[in-house]
């Protein structure tokens, strides 16, 4: 049973538009929740987290919001640049930071 | 600061072999984690660690092994290689947010 989902397996934006990835949760215990990016050939790298106690966290282009009641967050990337073309995962911890649960990813591709 | 280093990047291994994909992190954490993703399936956790000495199995612990015998080593070990064991693995260190390495892509033929 997938505790994390990214139910869209890809995205296709134009480069200066926003881009939006989707991601559900079902554990009620998640209490911190990030996002990492992937390139091929690489380890997934940090971009952006969020504590259950805040709804909104924004560094640069990137922006997280969450819904707890809904268990839903997102992660808005305005402008969108072709670099940004990668795999995106959510992820979600409880409070005790012992595990660590993915999403499957999100495409994006960041067109010129 | 090297940060997460995992060795080697790549290997194949025949069926029934064994091998330990090795991990050591610089970053004094306490918290280490082996994942393997295998394509479209994301990342899918083995086993971790929340200190030196202590273990416990993740998601999809069967055909694999783990110690902690220190705070900066976490090798994975493989006993019987089997084709169902080819993926990329991936170990990680975490504080809150977690840093990994670059990756093991393993075959298994």
């Known amino acids: 049973d997938q505790q994390v989902k990214q139910n869209s397996p890809s995205l296709s934006v134009q480069e200066g538009r926003i881009s939006i990835l989707n991601c559900d949760y079902t554990n009620s215990m998640f209490d911190y929740f990030l996002w990492y990016k992937k390139y091929p050939a690489e380890g997934p790298t940090f971009l952006i987290s969020i504590s259950s106690i805040k709804d909104k966290n924004e560094d640069g282009r990137f922006t997280v919001f969450l819904n707890k009641s809904a268990k839903h967050l997102s992660l808005h990337i305005v402008p969108s640049q072709p670099g940004d073309s990668a795999v995106y995962f959510c992820a979600a911890s409880d409070a005790g930071y012992s595990t660590l649960t993915f999403g499957k990813g999100t495409m994006l591709l960041v067109s010129p | 600061n090297a940060g997460v280093t995992q060795t080697p990047k790549f290997r194949i291994l025949k069926i029934g072999q064994s091998m330990t994909l090795q991990c050591t992190q610089d970053?004094?954490?306490?918290?280490m984690y082996w994942y393997r993703q295998d394509p479209g399936m994301g990342l899918k956790l083995i086993y971790y660690s929340v200190g030196a000495g202590i273990t416990d199995k993740g998601e999809v612990p069967n055909g694999y092994n783990v110690s902690r015998s220190t705070t900066e080593d976490f090798p994975l070990r493989l006993e019987l290689a089997a084709p169902s064991q080819t993926s990329v693995y991936f170990c990680?260190?975490?504080?809150?947010?977690?840093?990994f390495g670059q990756g093991t892509r393993l075959t298994v033929v």
């Open positions: 990680a260190t975490r504080l809150k947010e977690a840093f």
């Open positions: 970053m004094n954490h306490n918290y």
